[in-house]
Each structure stands twice: as C-alpha cells, then as structure tokens.
C-alpha cells in the first residue's frame, strides 16, 4: 500500500484519491472501518480469515493515508501536537523504540516481574514495558546513535556523479 501511495502521489498528487486518502474524512473512515473489522474479527472461519486479510489492507491503507497526510504537513492542534517538544523527542528516539518495543514486555514477563513477585499480566507489564523500552531508546540514542552519526563528519561526502540520459529512438 506504501508504494501504491507513493506511486500515486508522484503521478497524480492533486487526484481525487489523493485528496480524499489525505483528508480528515478519509482518514476517519479508513480507521472506523479498521476499529469496526476489529469487533466483527474471529479466526475460526473463513469468514475470519477473509476479515484478517480485509483488514490487513485497510490497515495498510490507512497508515499510506497517514504518511501522505504527513508529507503535506499538519496543521492546526494535530499540528501543533506533533511538534511539541516531547513527541518530536519521540521522533529523534523512535529507531531505537522500533528496535527495542519487540523485546521489553517478554523480558519483564519472563525475568524481571517474577522475581520482583509482581504480576506479569495486565496493564502494568504492558505499561511499564512502555516506559522501559522509552528509557532504553534515549539511553541507545545518546550513547550509540548521536556519536556514531557524529562520526560521519569525518568522511568526506561526495556525490556521486550520475549518469547520462541515453536517447531512445521510436
């Protein structure tokens, strides 16, 4: 769906899809229907597998519809909240939180909630599995990522030179 959208922006980026993909209106429908697909979803059946499927692609749909939302640029309060100093913060860790979120909850699940004789299910795993895996990215940011990208001023940059266009006879 992210390369369709990015396709389809490139040849057509003021087209009816793509101003419907990236306004409010889409972008709310696509999420009722994946909050609706949620409910109805069951994995006995067919009928759950076909729902499964349905709602993958929504799913990916909607995240394409918010990337292209977020190529145009917020505004308003979601614009404003997107770039309050925490969530961009967010953004500057937010590698490390995809490399880390995986791995948090089964370690406090498996070894640190047990020995600490605290319950390992619930929404306070869940939540300080959160905080954890926050705590960890800004701690791999400002360790590892910050200072290996700093590095990169020592390596000189140059562009590589492209390549000729050929002409085509027809």
């Not at 040849?11 to 709310?28: F, H, I, K, N």
């Amino acid at each position: 769906a992210g390369a369709w959208a990015a396709y389809a922006y490139r040849e057509q980026p003021t087209g009816a899809l793509m101003r419907w993909l990236g306004s409010r209106t889409g972008l709310g429908a696509i999420v009722l229907l994946v909050a609706v697909m949620f409910v109805v979803r069951t994995h006995d059946s067919f009928i759950g597998l076909s729902v499964d499927v349905v709602l993958s692609t929504v799913m990916a749909v909607m995240w394409a519809s918010l990337v292209l939302h977020a190529c145009q640029g917020f505004t308003g309060a979601t614009g404003q909240v997107l770039t309050w100093r925490p969530i961009t913060y967010l953004g500057q860790i937010s590698y490390g939180i995809y490399l880390y979120h995986g791995i948090m909850l089964p370690v406090l699940q498996l070894r640190v909630l047990p020995r600490l004789g605290l319950a390992t299910e619930g929404v306070v795993p869940v939540l300080a599995a959160v905080v954890l895996t926050v705590v960890v990215a800004a701690l791999s940011f400002h360790l590892f990522e910050r200072p290996l990208s700093e590095l990169k001023r020592f390596v000189p940059y140059r562009a590589r030179p492209q390549p000729e266009a050929v002409p085509v006879n027809t």
